[in-house]
């Protein structure tokens, strides 16, 4: 008995600095949001009470509708993009040049990792007010300071993500599959609906969960093009940090980033059961 | 149900796969596509199943040219080397596939797919999905799924190959005495030529893409064409010899050349069986190793002018014939293919 | 931002999809990716007064702040390198000798920073912060809290992007630790009577080395490319840098945005080298 528990003990020895550093480092600050969210401020001077004040008000006007616009932006840059990064995908990979295929997935990559600010500038450049396809084309302004515009933009770095994530799952659809459902009488459409798109959906509904969360938690690129005309939840948080809100509704903006982390779970929970699952299949 | 090759080319870029491929597959008859990687067999194989189109020539089956049919409408079954089943899809619904794409109700889907799961021996593993089955078992149930809709042809592109050695002799067995119990005319593509010799009716022995040799396996291996054959079923040992006529001299004997000697100076070409090895006291041979293989032993002898031969004798001989032995060499007497000479310029062996 | 790397690209299953069908995508994906990329980096050499001028990349460099964001950036990623790695190589070690109920711990450890938003995480720090500085005020760890705020190095962003660092260099050293037999090699190398510490640098790590560049790289990517964290606590890193400078001057601002980008790639193809992927 106690030769298994020191065993344990020492087997889990290595990872104790690991563990400390996430306690302090994640824990902290953790609690400390939660713990803010369900903080009520008291009068000055007294210490606040614990309550669902802050939840309730962060789920009601003026916060519901970014909380709303924020999932919605997401929900359309995610689906938007795994379908067109699932067609790009496969038609690089089904080309016969390899060239083609190894410089998309490459510049995939790099877009993949582009946000934020940068992300805005260029597009600002392009499609801004004074963006050259805006005045070339004689386009009115404000094209692309709206719920749309930050959709195409965002699309920017999604499209090329669904690209990486989806292109292993396509390159994982083994030939044999196709000839055996052939050979089994099956049309090209049919061998995609009972074999192709199934073996995919794992991938495709992990590909829109990871775009999701990717848009859902983008905060610069916003900030920099849209500013406040686009009400989106990290801005708001945002704004609550650095002071730029009445007093008082910092416990409000813990409660919004509560819901935040809360949303960000729900579409994960969908996602790692489905990756555990495509994984088996896609030896 | 009959298939036959009509004179099949087809080239990727420099490569020539199929050369001229001409062999006709009688009904009810398996044939084992018998060659080494590259030789065009799988290539011959994905032709009959319409997964490749030749360049010229024809694929017939029954008498029809199906060359440019295409392959969801070809009728043949096909079990592939590995991986090939569906892997969203539970081994009974592999198994109904074919009879899903046809529309089939449910029914009828379940009870075909559940006759067919017993008939390869999977009765109760209908529900496993493709992962939790072991490769053996995968290839049964792509062995089942092939023969759902009672196809006019299997083919099979080495199916056992993935597998470890013990499931590969057990399941090539089965895969013959279903072969002969449905009568199914069978296409069977192996590099391994055990297994060839074990299960076909008749071997065909593919080279770049051409025909070297079809005929029954003891054919194969007895009278081998030509020495690609020879080389490439079973072991052969390479001996010098001298040839006079229709004879050549080999291990102090004359014996009748098969076919005719490209010199004088020649390879004699002797199965490990053929050698026969006999203790001596003054035998100018010297048994070096033996490696005992259960009902024989193979022995490397050496000869009296240092080479070496291969000699298979029975396992009971095992014992007295022990490393380090003095021993006599002949040979049995029978014809002997030779080739020309590759083993050095050395005077006809003599032990 | 998420850090993800290219796969391998063998050729794919080529099921259905005509001709037409494809070259119509790959024309539209062009037209997408190409055109704000050709416009801006044209917008930054060209301008109807000065003509052709790279004047716009000359001033990033002499522009106030550069170095000084530059090498607090980079040093920040040092840190956070060898951090990452000498907290996560001996847990994953241990999780293959013998602390098998260690590995869940791991994974959610290593998931949870993927599926905070970086915007509720700097919420969290600040709030710590702020209620550490208030509930310490009277004792010695008071000067801690203020300590690991340093303008000049703070630690406390060391900190969160050890934590955001944790998933990418988790992934990449599990897929290297895959690729070896962990528990041969340490019961070959005990056997052949070497210490924990030689094992540890002779011969887990000479096998690790790509695995080891991937996860430093992911590292180094994600700190350089870091903005939210940083900007909400106020610190002037490389990223922050570059939307502070850029205010008025457009040219300056898209300028930057290139040099990120080409930033960006310069590591990826940095990290692709480093992990020796073998081209087809």
């Given amino acids: 008995m106690t030769s298994a528990r020191f065993t344990r003990v020492k087997g889990w020895a290595p990872a104790s600095p690991l563990l400390l550093v996430v306690a302090v480092a994640f824990g902290i600050p953790a609690v400390m949001l939660a713990l803010g969210a369900f903080t009520v401020p008291g009068a000055p001077g007294e210490p606040g009470t614990y309550g669902l004040d802050n939840v309730a008000a962060s789920l009601r006007e003026p916060y519901l509708t970014k909380l709303l616009t924020s999932i919605e932006l997401s929900a359309v840059v995610a689906v938007a993009g795994a379908l067109t990064g699932t067609l790009l995908a496969h038609a690089v990979l089904t080309s016969r040049s390899a060239a083609l295929r190894e410089s998309v997935l490459s510049a995939s990559g790099v877009l993949a990792n582009f946000g934020g600010v940068p992300l805005a500038f260029i597009w600002i450049a392009t499609l801004g007010n004074s963006?050259?396809?805006?005045?070339?084309?004689?386009?009115?302004?404000?094209?692309?300071?709206?719920f749309w515009g930050l959709a195409l933009v965002y699309l920017y770095f999604s499209i090329p993500l669904m690209v990486l994530v989806i292109a292993p799952a396509l390159e994982g659809l083994r030939p044999q599959w196709r000839e055996a459902a052939q050979g089994s009488g099956a049309s090209v459409w049919q061998f995609w609906r009972h074999v192709g798109l199934p073996v995919l959906t794992p991938a495709l509904l992990g590909g829109v969960v990871l775009l999701f969360g990717g848009s859902f938690a983008a905060y610069a690129t916003a900030a920099a093009m849209v500013g406040a005309s686009v009400p989106l939840v990290t801005m708001q948080i945002a704004d609550a940090l650095t002071g730029n809100v009445l007093v008082g509704f910092e416990n409000v903006a813990l409660a919004l980033s509560l819901d935040m982390i809360v949303v960000a779970m729900l579409v994960m929970a969908v996602y790692l059961p489905l990756q555990r699952r495509s994984s088996r299949w896609l030896r | 149900m009959t298939v036959e090759f009509r004179a099949l080319r087809r080239t990727y870029g420099a490569t020539t796969a199929l050369d001229g491929l001409d062999l006709t597959v009688a009904q009810g008859e398996l044939i084992a596509l018998l060659g080494p990687s590259g030789c065009g067999k799988t290539t011959a194989l994905r032709c009959v199943a319409g997964f490749e189109t030749p360049d010229s020539g024809a694929v017939l089956i029954d008498g029809k040219d199906v060359t440019r049919v295409p392959a969801n409408r070809r009728d043949a079954?096909?079990?592939?080397?590995?991986?090939?089943?569906?892997?969203?899809?539970?081994?009974?619904?592999?198994?109904?596939?074919?009879?899903?794409?046809?529309r089939r109700p449910t029914a009828e889907r379940h009870a075909r797919a559940a006759e067919l799961l017993a008939l390869v021996g999977l009765p109760d593993h209908g529900d496993r999905f493709p992962h939790q089955l072991s490769g053996g078992q995968q290839q049964r149930v792509a062995l089942a799924r092939a023969l759902a809709l009672q196809p006019r042809v299997l083919l099979l592109d080495e199916p056992l190959s993935a597998l470890d050695a013990k499931v590969?002799?057990?399941?090539?067995?089965?895969?013959?005495?279903?072969?002969?119990?449905?009568?199914?005319?069978?296409?069977?593509v192996t590099h391994d030529q055990e297994e060839a010799l074990s299960v076909a009716d008749r071997v065909a022995v593919l080279r770049a893409g051409r025909l070297e040799q079809v005929g029954a396996p003891a054919e194969i291996y007895d009278r081998p064409a030509t020495p690609f054959v020879a080389?490439?079923?079973?072991?052969?040992?390479?001996?010098?010899?001298?040839?006079?006529?229709?004879?050549?001299?080999?291990?102090?004997r004359s014996l009748p050349v098969d076919g005719t000697a490209p010199g004088e100076l020649v390879d004699v070409l002797i199965r490990p069986e053929a050698v026969l090895v006999t203790p001596a006291e003054d035998g100018g041979a010297l048994i070096l190793a033996s490696s005992f293989r259960g009902s024989t032993a193979r022995l490397r002898v050496q000869l009296a002018d240092q080479s070496e031969v291969l000699a298979d004798v029975p396992g009971h001989d095992a014992v007295r014939l022990a490393p380090g032995l003095r021993v006599e060499v002949g040979v049995v007497e029978r014809p002997v293919l030779v080739t020309a000479r590759t083993s050095g310029d050395q005077e006809p062996a003599v032990a | 931002m998420v850090a993800v790397t290219p796969q391998s690209s063998a050729r794919a299953v080529a099921v259905g999809g005509s001709g037409w069908g494809r070259r119509a995508v790959l024309v539209v994906a062009a037209a997408y990716f190409l055109v704000p990329l050709v416009i801006a980096i044209s917008f930054t050499v060209y301008n109807e007064v000065q003509g052709f001028s790279l004047g716009a990349y000359g001033r990033i460099v002499t522009s106030p702040g550069f170095a000084t964001s530059f090498l607090t950036s980079l040093a920040l990623a040092a840190v956070t390198i060898v951090l990452v790695l000498v907290l996560l190589l001996p847990a994953m070690i241990a999780v293959r000798l013998g602390a098998p109920g260690l590995r869940p711990v791991l994974e959610t450890i290593?998931?949870?920073?993927?599926?905070?938003?970086?915007?509720?995480?700097?919420?969290g720090i600040s709030s710590a912060l702020r209620e550490g500085a208030d509930a310490l005020a009277a004792t010695p760890f008071w000067a801690t809290i203020i300590a690991?705020?340093?303008?000049?190095?703070?630690?406390?962003?060391?900190?969160?992007?050890?934590?955001?660092?944790?998933?990418?260099?988790y992934r990449s050293l599990d897929a290297g630790l895959r690729a070896i037999d962990v528990v041969t090699l340490v019961e070959a190398a005990r056997n052949l009577g070497a210490s924990w510490p030689h094992l540890l640098l002779r011969v887990i790590m000479p096998n690790l080395r790509s695995a080891l560049a991937g996860a430093a790289f992911l590292t180094l990517a994600l700190v350089l490319g870091e903005y939210t964290i940083a900007a909400l606590l106020g610190y002037q890193t490389f990223p922050v840098w570059i939307v502070t400078i850029s205010g008025n001057d457009g040219q300056l601002s898209v300028a930057l945005s290139i040099l990120s980008l080409v930033l960006i790639w310069l590591l990826l193809i940095t990290l692709s080298r480093a992990s020796g992927r073998k081209k087809p």
Avoid at chain 2, 232 to 239: E, R
């Fill in chain 1, 131 to 146: 963006g050259l396809v805006t005045t070339s084309f004689g386009l009115g302004p404000g094209l692309l300071y709206n």
């Fill in chain 2, 77 to 102: 079954g096909m079990v592939f080397q590995s991986y090939s089943l569906f892997p969203n899809l539970n081994a009974r619904d592999n198994v109904a596939f074919g009879l899903r794409v046809r």
């Fill in chain 2, 168 to 188: 590969r002799v057990t399941l090539r067995e089965e895969i013959r005495r279903l072969q002969l119990e449905l009568g199914i005319t069978t296409v069977f």
């Fill in chain 2, 231 to 252: 080389e490439f079923v079973g072991t052969m040992n390479h001996v010098p010899g001298r040839v006079t006529g229709d004879r050549v001299e080999v291990f102090g």
């Fill in chain 3, 110 to 123: 290593t998931t949870l920073p993927l599926i905070v938003p970086p915007i509720t995480y700097v919420v």
């Fill in chain 3, 148 to 169: 690991i705020q340093d303008d000049r190095f703070p630690v406390v962003l060391v900190l969160a992007y050890v934590i955001l660092a944790l998933p990418f260099a």
